[in-house]
């Protein structure tokens, strides 16, 4: 997988976050990928799943985005064929929750604005690809700095 | 806080796993209990949130029990006052959830048919208290025993 996908993935991670960002959520998006169907032309197809962060819409407290992107993947046995994407490093439960189901790479964002379970995840074989992406950092910078309380809640701080 | 107490809680996360086999799924449960509130004698109160496993239910693959109480417990800052109570020794997705919410203490059923993420919460500071309670077991045998192929879903196999 070239950087070039990865940087394709992310935006539209990046456009999920900014999707909560407006609607007054935390600016965190998620995609799951599917890189045979991206290896047999299926660009359309090679996004099997999006989430972004929507604990503050919905109250849910596990309702990270990796975890909606998860969620909205549904039951299905192939997780071990799937990337996940997010433009923040995964916390302990979203990390927690690529163990469980085996998912062998993580593309992230950044993790210059906070730093996730990245090393867990790479004891348990995962595959960390960080891109360090500006856009990815900017709409992290402004939560933290306009709306600092509802982060430090996001991370049970 | 005493044995007694946990036995107590353990039985209405028995009764919750109860419940997800009655309607076709996955046999555990899960509590979250307040000792604050157990403390000062308010009993009914003290279990803030309940929650069993929802995966064959609704389709969401997060949805194991622990997930589900934490959801149901929504948004708060004390989670560092609860105790999350489980049928199940929890799953990478589970323990990484108690980590990254701060939950102190952890009650676990059973560890003999399936070994969590023990090591996980323990090295992040989390008490850990297993019963080894014969109900718990025997609600997991019975699901490995006629529904392995849904167990096996569940754990990412």
């Not at 990865?6 to 539209?12: E, F, S, V």
């Not at 799943?49 to 192939?78: C, I, K, L, S, Y």
Request: hydrophobic share 40%.
């Amino acid at each position: 997988m070239s950087s070039s996908l990865y940087n394709l993935w992310m935006t539209a991670a990046i456009d999920q976050a900014k999707k909560s960002w407006d609607e007054g959520g935390i600016p965190i998006g998620s995609v799951l990928v599917s890189p045979k169907a991206e290896a047999i032309g299926n660009i359309g197809g090679s996004i099997v799943a999006r989430g972004h962060n929507e604990r503050v819409q919905t109250g849910d407290p596990t309702a990270h985005a990796e975890m909606v992107a998860v969620r909205n993947a549904g039951r299905r046995r192939d997780w071990k064929d799937l990337v996940l994407v997010s433009t923040l490093s995964p916390c302990s439960m979203c990390a927690g929750t690529a163990i469980l189901y085996k998912i062998p790479v993580v593309v992230i964002g950044e993790n210059r604005t906070f730093q996730g379970a990245e090393d867990w995840m790479a004891r348990n074989g995962i595959e960390l690809h960080v891109l360090t992406d500006t856009r990815a950092i900017a709409l992290m910078e402004r939560l933290q700095k306009e709306r600092a309380e509802l982060w430090a809640e996001d991370i049970g701080e």
